[in-house]
T-cell receptor, first 114, second 116 residues
Framework: KAGVTQTPRYLIKTRGQQVTLSCSPI?????VSWYQQTPGQGLQFLFE???????NKGNFPGRFSGRQFSNSRSEMNVSTLELGDSALYLC?????????????FGEGSWLTVV | AQTVTQSQPEMSVQEAETVTLSCTYD???????LFWYKQPPSRQMILVIR??????QNATENRFSVNFQKAAKSFSLKISDSQLGDTAMYFC?????????????FGTGTLLAVQP
C-alpha cells in the first residue's frame, strides 16, 4: 500500500512568485492536512480538508490556500512568495477527521525562496 | 488554547541504554489524544506511540512506552534498549477528542542522538 506522496520534493522559487504543492493521500484516506515546518516556528498547522471541504485552518495569511479534489488528492498554493515561506511542507492523511485516527505523513516538499 | 512543551532540546544516550524524553501540555479538555512522532533525517514523520486520555493504562509499543500523568499533564516517552536507528527528532503532539478535526499541536521537539 503506497504511503502519502508529495510532489515536488524539492523546489526553489523567487520572491513574488507562486507555488503549488501536491499531496496524494493513502488509498482510502479522505482527510488531508498540511503543516509547515521551519527551524524558528517549528511545526505549524496550515489547514485540513475532508470531502473537498476545508474543515480547519491555521493562523496563516491569505496567501496560503488549499483545496481537495474528489479523489481526495490535495494541493496547497502559496502566492506572492516571501523569504520566510522557505520551509518543509508536510502533508498528512487519515481515514477521516476526529476519533483519533492514525495520521500518516508524507516525506514533505522542501521549498526554498530566494 | 492547547500548548505542548518539550523542555529538552537535545539528548544523548548510549546504545542499549534507556532514555526518557519529557513532554508537558496544557489543555482544558478532559478527553484528548497524545502522540509521540519520530522524524529521522529523511524528515518523514513516523508515529511512535499514541495514548488516549480516557485510558489510564500507559501505552506501550515494543521498546517504546509512555508515562502518562493526566493530572500533572505530563506525557513522557521511554525508549528501552536504544538502537542507532532511534537517532531522530522526537515530537510530542496533542489532538482534541471529537470535534471532527485531526489538527495536531506539536511541541518543539527533542533531538535524540544514540551513540555507539
Amino acid at each position: 500500500k503506497a504511503g502519502v506522496t508529495q510532489t515536488p520534493r524539492y523546489l526553489i522559487k523567487t520572491r513574488g512568485q507562486q507555488v503549488t504543492l501536491s499531496c496524494s493521500p493513502i488509498s482510502g484516506h479522505r482527510s488531508v492536512s498540511w503543516y509547515q515546518q521551519t527551524p524558528g516556528q517549528g511545526l505549524q498547522f496550515l489547514f485540513e480538508y475532508f470531502s473537498e471541504t476545508q474543515r480547519n485552518k491555521g493562523n496563516f495569511p491569505g496567501r496560503f490556500s488549499g483545496r481537495q479534489f474528489s479523489n481526495s488528492r490535495s494541493e496547497m498554493n502559496v502566492s506572492t512568495l516571501e523569504l520566510g515561506d522557505s520551509a518543509l511542507y508536510l502533508c498528512a492523511s487519515s481515514l477521516a477527521p476526529g476519533n483519533g485516527n492514525t495520521i500518516y505523513f508524507g516525506e514533505g516538499s522542501w521549498l526554498t525562496v530566494v | 488554547a492547547q500548548t505542548v512543551t518539550q523542555s529538552q532540546p537535545e539528548m544523548s544516550v548510549q546504545e542499549a541504554e534507556t532514555v526518557t524524553l519529557s513532554c508537558t501540555y496544557d489543555t482544558s479538555e478532559n478527553n484528548y489524544y497524545l502522540f509521540w512522532y519520530k522524524q529521522p533525517p529523511s524528515r518523514q514523520m513516523i508515529l511512535v506511540i499514541r495514548q488516549e486520555a480516557y485510558k489510564q493504562q500507559n501505552a506501550t509499543e515494543n521498546r517504546f512506552s509512555v508515562n502518562f500523568q493526566k493530572a500533572a499533564k505530563s506525557f513522557s516517552l521511554k525508549i528501552s534498549d536504544s538502537q542507532l536507528g532511534d537517532t531522530a527528532m522526537y515530537f510530542c503532539a496533542f489532538m482534541k477528542y471529537g470535534g471532527a478535526t485531526n489538527k495536531l499541536i506539536f511541541g518543539t521537539g527533542t533531538l535524540l542522538a544514540v551513540q555507539p
